[in-house]
Nanobody, 123 residues
Framework: HVQLVESGGGSVQAGGTLKLSCKGSTYTTGYCLAWFRQAPGKKREGVASLGSNGRIKYAKFVKDRFTISRDDSDNTLHLQMTDMTPDDTAIYYC???????????????????WGQGTQVTVS
């Protein structure tokens, strides 16, 4: 079991940028890692995933605005967000699983390890 802690959330104006980080308590190389988000009154949805082989999947709504990356030297996953809109307002969660990422963007059911979330507000 790996503990995940997100950081970097906050408030930003439309068109702005924000970078989220997610630090794992253990070595996460080899894990499937992902970012999800949940807006008020909506289901949690996948944003991006990054497999141990470097394969990346993005949700369609990302539209080349976000970049997922990992720094294995300190077990940290990042999500760089640019050109943000009010629709990006949500709580953002990172997730990890020891299995390889599935072919498509993983669903919430795939992951057993979750962070506590970090609030992102775009106005």
């Amino acid at each position: 079991h790996v503990q995940l802690v997100e950081s970097g959330g906050g408030s930003v104006q439309a068109g702005g940028t924000l970078k989220l980080s997610c630090k794992g308590s253990t070595y996460t190389t080899g894990y499937c890692l992902a970012w999800f988000r949940q807006a008020p009154g909506k289901k949690r949805e996948g944003v991006a995933s990054l497999g141990s082989n470097g394969r990346i999947k993005y949700a369609k709504f990302v539209k080349d605005r976000f970049t997922i990356s990992r720094d294995d030297s300190d077990n940290t996953l990042h999500l760089q967000m640019t050109d943000m809109t009010p629709d990006d307002t949500a709580i953002y969660y990172c997730a990890a699983d020891r299995r390889p990422c599935p072919w498509d963007l993983p669903t919430t059911a795939f992951f057993v390890n979750w962070g506590q979330g970090t609030q992102v507000t775009v106005s």
